[in-house]
T-cell receptor, first 113, second 114 residues
Framework: DGGITQSPKYLFRKEGQNVTLSCEQNLNHDAMYWYRQDPGQGLRLIYYSQIVNDFQKGDIAEGYSVSREKKESFPLTVTSAQKNPTAFYLC????????????FGEGSRLTVL | DQQVKQNSPSLSVQEGRISILNCDYTNSMFDYFLWYKKYPAEGPTFLISISSIKDKNEDGRFTVFLNKSAKHLSLHIVPSQPGDSAVYFCAASAGGTSYGKLTFGQGTILTVHP
């Protein structure tokens, strides 16, 4: 089945540690995105990539990094510079030029201890 | 600055009745609007969308209305079913090179009682 796979589903991290969240899609979509959800808030865009080897900062990129070496993969690294990393992280993808319909993965919940 | 707002954190409706979820936006560059449904610990799933050139779009039990002059959109679910209980997010896009860069509202928790 085509879809987006995020791993791990749950992750615990000590303060000061970097952690990488995986996102893989087999939908042959050009664009991929990372969003963050906090309680009582909407989803906020962290980074997005429209093509391989290119990515752009979203609204809350500070403390995060990404790479896009393959079309299928868009991993997100939460660095120790991120002040409030505990959140629910969602990866999404879309066909290249569309009006915004995104397909989301099931999410990864990161908790900093 | 919250460009997309859902002012009702929650809505409770009886099964079979109409559910109306509201959303307001401030950015006049938004030209495409979407509604997503989300269950706990899952990713959102696309429900319905509307382009700014239309004022209504229907898909089965779901209808989205857009009032551009008021910068307001609403999602109507008729009839509501218990399985519709979820968090509903409205989202907006400015299109062009901003495709996929959705701005989301805070969400409204819909509870449909049997």
């Amino acid at each position: 089945d085509g879809g987006i796979t995020q791993s791990p589903k749950y992750l615990f991290r000590k303060e000061g540690q970097n952690v990488t969240l995986s996102c893989e899609q087999n939908l042959n979509h050009d664009a991929m995105y990372w969003y963050r959800q906090d309680p009582g808030q909407g989803l906020r865009l962290i980074y997005y990539s429209q093509i391989v080897n290119d990515f752009q900062k979203g609204d809350i990129a500070e403390g995060y990094s990404v790479s896009r070496e393959k079309k299928e993969s868009f991993p997100l690294t939460v660095t120790s510079a991120q002040k409030n990393p505990t959140a629910f992280y969602l990866c999404a993808s879309s066909m290249g030029r569309n009006t915004g319909e995104l397909f989301f993965g099931e999410g990864s919940r990161l908790t900093v201890l | 600055d919250q460009q997309v707002k859902q002012n009702s954190p929650s809505l409770s409706v009886q099964e079979g009745r109409i559910s109306i979820l509201n959303c307001d936006y401030t950015n006049s560059m938004f030209d495409y609007f979407l509604w997503y449904k989300k269950y706990p610990a899952e990713g959102p799933t696309f429900l319905i969308s509307i382009s700014s050139i239309k004022d209504k779009n229907e898909d089965g039990r779901f209808t989205v209305f857009l009032n551009k002059s008021a910068k307001h959109l609403s999602l109507h679910i008729v009839p509501s079913q218990p399985g519709d209980s979820a968090v509903y997010f409205c989202a907006a896009s400015a299109g062009g090179t901003s495709y996929g860069k959705l701005t989301f509202g805070q969400g409204t928790i819909l509870t449909v009682h049997p």
